[in-house]
C-alpha cells in the first residue's frame, strides 16, 4: 500500500429487517464514515440493503484452510445432533 | 497458509487435490492452495477485466453532458456508474489474490496492463450511445455470464453481481438504437454509421481466434473460461443479427450469410491487423484514454493523502 | 399568482438541473472509484428533482412545455439558477465547497417547504430533502477532512471558500416573487434559511478550520438571469442535441 491509499474495508448488508447482515465485498475508505456512506453508493444503489455494517479488513482473522479437516470434520460424524438421527413411532407429527 | 499446505504435502499432491477440487465444481476461495501459474491467469484476467470496466467508461461518459433530454441523462450516467462499480468489485476480487489495487492500477497507467481494445474506439455521435450499450455491452455480457460459474469464488461472486447489474445497459443501448432507426433519415443514418462503425471492433472484443489463443486451453482446464473465444463469438453474432434486423438496420459484412444446415450465420474474415494494432496502443484513443484515467489519480492524490491525514488526526484525538 | 409559482419552480429546477450537470462532468474522473460513484449518485439525485420540478413548473406554465423543452430549449437569460451552480468545477476541494454551499442552503429550505400550501411542491421537497440530508452530510465531511486534512488540502479548500464565497448573497435573493409566494404560505421566509445557512457554514468551517473571507463583496443577478460567462457554454453542450437535430425524439 503506497502512503496515500486507504484501507481496506469489508462491507456487510442486512438486505431486509429480519435478515443477518451478509458480507457483500469490500472497498477503500479513509474511515469509518466514509466506508458507511461509499458501502452505500457502491453496494445499495438497487435498493439492497436497509443496514450497513464496515469492518477494516486487517481486523478479520481468518481459519487455516490447511486446518480444515481438524476443525470442520469431527462434526461429521456426529449424527446425533441432527433430528434425522433419531426413530420415532408411525403416527406421531409435529416432533 | 500456503506455506501450512505446502509442508503438509508434496507439490504433486497439492496439484492433484486443486484439480480434483475444479474438476467436482469445488469453487477455490483466497486463502486455499493454488498453483502460482493459476493465481498468476487470475490476476492478469481479472485486473485486465476491472481496467476495462472503468476505462470502459470513458467513451460513454463523453456523451453525458450532451444527452438529448433528462431521461437519457440519468440512465446514460447511473449506467456509466454502475461500471464504476464493477471495476471496484473486479479490483476487490484482485485483492483476494494478493495483489494492491493501486499498483495495478498504476500498471494500467504504465501500459503494462491492458484493458479491453474496443474502448479505444470514439464516440462520434449520440448513436454511439445506443451501438455500445447493445453490441458492446451485449458481447461483454456474453463473456460474462459464462464466468458466474468461473471457479475462483470471489471472481463468480463478483460476476453474479455484474451480471445481474448489466442486464439494463444491453437494454438502454438497444433502446436508443431502435429509436434512432424508427426516427427521422437523419437519425437513421446515424444509427447505421453507428452499427457499421461498431460491429467489427465488437466482434474483435471476443480475442483472437482459437488456433491464436495460446492461454485458452489451460484457462478452459482451471474452469476460469467455459468456452472459448470462437463460440462465444458466434453465438453473439447468432443472436444480434437478427435483433439488426428487425429494426431495419444492416450488419456491414458482405460476406455473412445463414447457413441452414449448421443453424449459425457465416461472417466474413475480421481484420486481426486492426485489432493487433489497437492492442499495442495504436487505435484512434489509446493516448487519451490512458492520459485521462491517469492524471484522475494524479488530481486525486492529494485528495486522498487529505483524507488519511484527517483520519490519523481523529484516531489520534479519540485516543486522547 | 401561476407565473410567480412558475417562475420560483424555474429556480428551484435550474438549481438542480445546472448543479446536476456540473457533477456529472466528474463522472469518470473522481479522485478514486468509490468518490466517483458517490458524486454520480448526488449528480443523479439533481437531475431527478430537476425534471420533478420542471415538469410541474410547465404544468403551471400552461404553454405545453414539458420537463425537457424547459431544460433544453430555452436561451441563457431564461435560466433561472443561482450564479453557485453554474461555476466551474474546479479542483476537488472547489467541487466540494460549491456543494457544501449550496447543501446548506437546500437543506433548510427543502425542511421549509415540506410545509408548503401548495401539494404538489411539498411533495416534490420531501423526496429532495431524503436526498439533500445525504449530500450535506458528504459535503460537509469532507470539507471537514479538506479543511483539517494536510497542509496542501487546507490551502487549496480554503482558496475554494475566497472564491465560492462572493456567490452565496445570490443564493437568498428574493424579490417580489417570494413575496407574493409568501403570503400565500407557499414558500417560507428567505431570512431564516439564510440564518440556518450561517449557522451551518459557522460549524463546519470552524471544524474544518476555514475562514470566512473578510473581503465581502458579492455576486448576484443568477435568479434575474443575468449570469456568469459559464453558463452559455455550459448551455452550449446541453443544448447541443436539441439545437442539431430540433423536433426529434430521442
Ligand atoms: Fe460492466
Ligand atoms: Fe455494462
Ligand atoms: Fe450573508
Redesign the interface.
Known sequence: ??????P?WEVFIRSKQGLNHKHV???????A??AI??AR??YT??SEGISIWVIESNNVY?S????MDSLFEPSQTKVYRHPTFYVVPDGISHM | ?QL??EQ?YSQEELEKRFQDKIDNDIKI?P???MPDAYRKTLVRQISQHAHSEIVGMLPEGNWITRAPNLRRKAVLLAKV??EA?HG??LY?AV?TLGA???ETIDDLHSGKAKYSSIFNYPTLTWADMGAVGWLVDGAAIMNQVPLCRCSYGPYA??MV?VCK?ESFHQRQGYEIIAKLAQGTPEQKEMAQDALNRFWWPSLMMFGPNDDDSPNSALSIKWKIKRFSNDELRQQFIDVTVPQAELIGLTVPDKDLKFNEETGHYEHGPINWDEFWEVVKGNGPCNEDRINTRRSAKENG?WV??A??A??EK?KMRVAV | MKEHLFEYLLRLGDDSLILGHRVSEWCGHGP????D??LT?ISLDLIGQATSLLKYAGEVEGKGRDEDQLAFLRLEHDYKNCLLVEQLNGDFGMTIMRQFLFDAYRLPLFEALIHSSDSQLAAIAEKSLKETKYHY??SA?WVI?LGDGTEESHERIQKAVNSLFKYHVDLFFTNHVDDALLKEGIVPEMKAIHNKWMESVKNVFSEATLEIPSNNWEQSGGRLGRHSEHLGLLLAEMQYMQRAYPNMEW
Do not use: C, T
Request: hydrophobic share 35%; glycine share 2%; no cysteine.
Open positions: 500500500m503506497s502512503k496515500n491509499d486507504w481496506l465485498g469490500s472497498l477503500r475508505a479513509a474511515d464514515e466514509m456512506e461509499n453508493d457502491v444503489r438497487r481468518a487455516d484452510p490447511s486446518d | 497458509m501450512a499446505m503438509k476461495e486463502n486455499d492452495w456508474q454502475d462499480g471496484l468489485y476487490s485483492e494492491d489495487r493501486e461472486r463478483a453481481r447489474e492524490e486522498r493523502a483524507a488519511n484527517f483520519a481523529r | 478514486i472509484l468509490e468518490e460513484i458517490a449518485n452530510r458528504h465531511e477532512r
